[in-house]
């Protein structure tokens, strides 16, 4: 179903070629961050997204490996056999992470879609 705005008079009016283009790039960033700033000829800002979310997910990977002895502790339901305050503390410093991961990737979908405008 092809995307079309409605006007005041209700007409409905197809996108142009520059919002199917944008929205193409939007597309692309969903799937591989910095995908659409490189395809708009923004290689420095591609690079900092793509780098970006990449470095977030191998810190995100390391945490999550870190943590699964703890997890595997907890889902036994035997005691921790570390420092249960640190295993609470990784665990939400791997929240906060993530959020801000989340919140870089729609960061790079917006500009990708925002172009150079």
């Known amino acids: 179903m ?7 008079s209700g007409k409905r009016q197809q996108p142009s070629a520059s919002e199917k ?35 977030i997910s191998l810190i995100i990977t390391m945490m999550i490996a870190s943590l699964k002895e703890n997890f595997v502790d907890l889902m036994t339901n035997r005691r ?19 959020i801000t991961g989340v919140a870089l990737w729609f960061s790079n979908v917006s500009d990708a879609y925002k172009g150079k405008k």
């Open 2 to 8: 092809p995307i079309a705005s409605v006007s005041f």
């Open 21 to 55: 283009s944008d929205i193409g790039k939007a597309i692309a960033s969903v799937f591989f961050p910095g995908l659409g700033q490189f395809a708009d000829k923004r290689n420095k800002d591609g690079l900092k997204f793509s780098t970006g979310c990449a470095g």
């Open 80 to 98: 921790l056999t570390k420092n249960p305050k640190t295993a609470i503390a990784k665990l939400i410093l791997l929240g906060a992470t993530s």
